[in-house]
């Protein structure tokens, strides 16, 4: 029978052919023992060759292939219920991360039990992987480079799916008003800016900025 792992590690994909190897790969070269963490990657029918990408690492990874498109809010959710792991993180696709990640903040977490969440500072790369600047993950909050306890994560009820952009910021919030997220003020996680950002198309951005503001009377 396999050991149950104790972290669980989410990476959602669409369209991400170039930089997904370069993320996998950086989760799979963790210093944390091999057997204690798993990697869900999850294709949310992509157009491109995401597919064939993930396939290369399909003997280490436990792959999830979305028939049709879910969003990314609806592929996070399904990944997260065949997570098996206590500790639950996201990196993204376009993403990656230092070798002693999951470490840290797996070690900050079992070491404080009473705390709930547990989130890296990171630095913001362009499309070369050039560091642009560092960023404090409490002041300049982001969806990934947060590791959570499962339990208190299906608690809230996952990601509203309704949100295709701003679905972290929902679920943080929601996520606050119960639990507390603490920093570890190490940058650990590499988020990368780049054309292709969701978060760049500002007219989407700013509708659903508003419903966030509707929904949680901001």
């Known amino acids: 029978m396999s050991q149950i792992p104790q972290i669980s590690v989410i990476i959602p994909a669409f369209n991400e052919e170039i930089h997904i190897g370069r993320a996998i790969r950086s989760v799979l070269g963790q210093t944390v023992d ?89 630095f913001m790369i362009d499309s070369m992987e050039n560091v642009l600047e560092r960023k404090n993950c409490m002041t300049d909050p982001i969806g990934c480079g947060i590791m959570f306890r499962a339990d208190h994560l299906i608690a809230i009820g996952l990601y509203d799916d309704e949100f295709h952009i701003h679905e972290d910021q929902d679920l943080r919030y929601r996520f606050e008003q119960k639990y507390t997220i603490h920093r570890v003020q190490l940058p650990l996680y590499r988020y990368r800016q780049h054309d292709g950002n969701m978060t760049k198309d500002q007219d989407k951005a700013g509708i659903f900025e508003a419903k966030l503001s509707d929904k949680h009377a901001l």
Do not use: W
Request: proline share 1%; net charge negative; charged share 30%.
């Open 34 to 122: 091999e057997k204690e963490f798993e990697v869900i990657v999850i294709n949310d029918a992509s157009t491109d060759r995401t597919a064939y990408a993930m396939e290369l690492f399909s003997d280490q990874i436990v792959i999830i292939q979305n028939d049709k498109q879910l969003g990314l809010p609806g592929s996070l959710n399904k990944a997260i219920k065949k997570a098996r792991g206590k500790y639950i993180v996201r990196v993204d696709a376009d993403d990656y991360v230092q070798a002693d990640y999951l470490y840290i903040l797996r070690q900050f977490l079992e070491f404080n039990t009473d705390m709930d969440a547990v989130a890296c500072d990171y």
